[in-house]
């Protein structure tokens, strides 16, 4: 029998990426109202933070405040990702825009790596030559951060698990809480010792301690963007559990991605043996152990009575 080729795993569910009749919500959209409400209470804590940093003359306040910024840049960008992923695809954009997910964490993680190098050089500037801080002032700003930042922490919780882009805020919140914290300590410290260079050291730390994690959210978008394979996923043990479906001689042109942080997506092309006399039901068999063993629902297999390159070998 010459078989044709067969395209998408057949599980009762359409693969449109997002057309009518796709039944999974993306996790960035599952998560918007939370993520709206994060948004403006973010943006109001961030008015206060810059405020309260120039009032107080508090680097560590500021450094707080700017890490905030990249809050709200991240939950704005979040958002946008919402909307733009609820666009179904199109004639430029077969795939639709999920990938914008992505592109935002790239985007998030880049602009805290140049917020955090801003805050190092202001440090070293002020250890050189501590200034005076208001304590009161730069306490009482820290504590209202502290408690929102822990409200938008509990509210974006449930989504960090499932979205790059959730993730990315969900970090970058948590890492303002525990700038909150070092805020209040170096406050506290400065008001009972009168050390000013406790500030500036706040604002070292602080901008250590974000770095690795931010590095860590880069390296993943940009992994996504490059088309890699999503983490969990081995492709020689896919390969493997392909090619020992009845009926199948071999695979090749073997590729495995994804367009967000969930949902691989895989091509193959699978040579039948001589034998196989139903090229359908190799196909179905090969796309159910695919979505049972390997969590893949997305599957374009190309069945093949002959492999595919045989024709330009022999021309």
Not at 241 to 249: E, K, S
Request: aromatic letters at 6%; glycine letters at 10%.
């Amino acid at each position: 029998m010459s078989a044709g080729h067969a395209h998408e795993s057949g599980h009762g569910h359409a693969h449109d990426h997002g057309g009518p009749g796709h039944s999974h919500v993306p996790a960035v959209i599952k998560h918007e109202k939370p993520l709206w409400f994060a948004f403006w209470l973010t943006l109001l804590v961030l008015l206060v933070e810059i405020a309260g940093g120039l009032l107080s003359n508090s680097l560590a306040l500021l450094s707080d405040a700017a890490h905030m910024m990249t809050d709200v840049a991240s939950l704005g960008i979040s958002l946008f990702a919402v909307r733009m992923s609820r666009r179904p695809p199109d004639a430029r954009r077969s795939y639709g825009y999920a990938r914008m997910e992505a592109i935002g964490a790239f985007i998030n993680s880049s602009l805290l790596f140049v917020v955090a190098g801003y805050i190092l050089f202001e440090a070293v500037q002020r250890l050189r030559a501590p200034e005076a801080v208001a304590t009161t002032g730069m306490l009482v700003v820290a504590v209202i951060g502290l408690l929102a930042n822990l409200l938008s922490m509990k509210l974006l919780a449930a989504g960090a698990g499932e979205s790059l882009n959730v993730k990315g805020a969900y970090l970058e919140v948590w890492s303002d809480m525990l700038g909150s914290l070092g805020v209040i300590a170096g406050a506290a410290l400065i008001h009972f010792t009168g050390w000013g260079w406790v500030d500036p050291v706040v604002a070292v730390l602080l901008g250590l301690w974000v770095l690795p994690r931010t590095f860590v959210l880069l390296k993943q978008a940009a992994h996504v963007l490059m088309q890699g394979v999503p983490d969990g996923v081995d492709v020689g043990a896919v390969r493997d559990a392909m090619q020992a479906v009845a009926g199948v001689a071999a695979v090749h042109d073997l590729h495995v991605w994804a367009l967000g942080s969930k949902e691989p997506i895989l091509t193959a092309h699978v040579l039948l043996c001589e034998d196989a006399t139903d090229a359908d039901a190799v196909r179905a068999a090969v796309a159910a152990e695919l979505h049972e063993h390997f969590g893949i629902g997305h599957a374009t297999l190309q069945v093949e009575s002959r492999h595919c390159g045989a024709a330009k070998m022999h021309a």
